[in-house]
């Protein structure tokens, strides 16, 4: 099957801590008016927290460019000094949430129970989680590639059920990949693909025939490569990085994943 056959093309842009208001708002505007509305087609933007209001006031939100966020904390508010719950994501009009992204697990110790909580949080305020999972440099060398995978996807969906696990979205992200310009093969992404649906099937059984559960590839996308790894099977779209922070060329990104 051709990777994303009769399924949604997703691009997502996270720009992780840059990007202030003004610049926030100009990058939504530009590409909100590039991107016109395409069925079967999504584009997200992720700033951080402190530009998400800018960012839908430049647009983000609207038909053509959805808003997420990069983190929630997983309760809808409350005396948590410095995090935001899904209530305030939700006021601005927060879609998609990322969970588990390997900088948050590694530079902040996030674990797979706070994943988890997270991913049911953000469900239960009707947003959509996309959830990230990737090896190490030192995991893919010593072939534990498809264990860790096994073993993020286990532990995000800790606690749903089935229609819970149909509207959560996935982001293979190799550690190793990830801001080095050295991205991992289209082949990897889809061998990872493989993998983590077929995590959800032996998990779930037939509770989630007819449904392949969309999956990104993230790790030094650039509007180079961005279309070898549209075309592998079993990969939906992309979640890049650095190559989002300027709006030309992650206009033309988005038109080679989602002509």
Known sequence: MTAGAGRERLVFANWKMHKGQ????AWCRRVAAALALRPGRVVAVFPPFTALAAARAGGAGGESLALGAQDVYPATAGAVTGEVGT???????????????SERRRLLGEDDALVARKVAAALAAGMTPVVCVGEDGPEREHGRTEAVLRRQVAGAVEGLGAEAVRRVVWAYEPVWAIGSGRPATPEQAAEAAATLRQSLR???????DGHEAPVLYGGSVDPENAAAFARAPGVDGALVGGASLDAEAFVTLVERVAP
């Open 22 to 25: 003004a610049e926030a708002q």
């Open 202 to 208: 032996a998990r779930y059984g037939a509770a989630l």
């Open 87 to 101: 209530d305030q994501l939700a006021d601005l009009g927060v879609r998609f949430v990322l969970c588990g992204h």
